[in-house]
């Protein structure tokens, strides 16, 4: 036999560290004691985080708000360039058929052929503006549309870290990682904890170890 001093330790040990930083605003259970997985064991604070969060919930309903003036104005542009559209087939139709009858009566030398020039200038006009307003409305609502997507993608970006901000103010609510007994465990109320401190750990009650 060879006689040895040894040390009795639990056979397993989770230390408990601080996620995000903060003051201590509440602690629930006593250090010693017996904690089940997801036990609230204490709630942090932490103003610069709180606002963060405040700060990109502003930023992501900015976003939305956007998003629907974008969204009105491809609207009301597609409904202008529509009714534009409207307009002009109205008049093209009636001067193609005017033209029909001021041919037949140039042909009988009714009319004089300046009337009928006009009529022809006319309608070369509105088919020509025509051409132009479909331009016009493919350009805006391909514009507008990339201008959406835009939009839309800074949104999903500022969603996501709205999501981070939130969990990082979940974290400032402490719980146990696992079941155990809680020891090391001597934090006060208005106390500073970094982000990453030691504030205790959580031992396997039913094994040890030399």
Avoid: C, W
């Avoid at 052929?113 to 200038?121: G, H, I, R, W």
């Avoid at 997507?149 to 969603?159: C, I, K, P, S, V």
């Amino acid at each position: 036999f060879i006689p040895l001093r040894g040390r009795l330790v639990p056979s397993s040990t989770v230390f408990l560290d601080a996620i995000e930083g903060g003051r201590v605003e509440q602690v629930l259970v006593e250090d010693g004691a017996l904690v089940e997985a997801g036990d609230l064991i204490a709630v942090l604070s932490n103003t610069n985080l709180q606002l963060e969060v405040l700060g990109r919930e502003a930023a992501v309903t900015e976003q939305l708000n956007n998003m629907r003036t974008i969204e009105l104005q491809l609207e009301q542009n597609r409904l202008a360039h529509k009714r534009n559209l409207v307009e002009i087939d109205y008049q093209v139709i009636r001067l193609t058929r005017s033209i029909e009858r001021q041919r037949d009566l140039a042909a009988k030398e009714l009319v004089s052929k300046s009337t009928l020039d006009e009529l022809q200038d006319e309608l070369t006009y509105y088919e020509n503006r025509r051409t132009v307003t479909l331009e016009s409305q493919a350009t805006d609502a391909r514009m507008q549309e990339a201008q959406l997507q835009q939009l839309r993608d800074a949104g999903d970006q500022l969603q996501a870290g709205l999501g981070f901000a939130r969990k990082n103010l979940e974290d400032l609510n402490v719980r146990a990682p696992v079941a155990g007994k809680l020891s090391g465990f001597n934090i006060e109320i208005g106390q500073s904890i970094t982000r990453g401190g030691r504030l205790g750990q959580i031992d396997d009650p039913d094994g040890y170890k030399l």
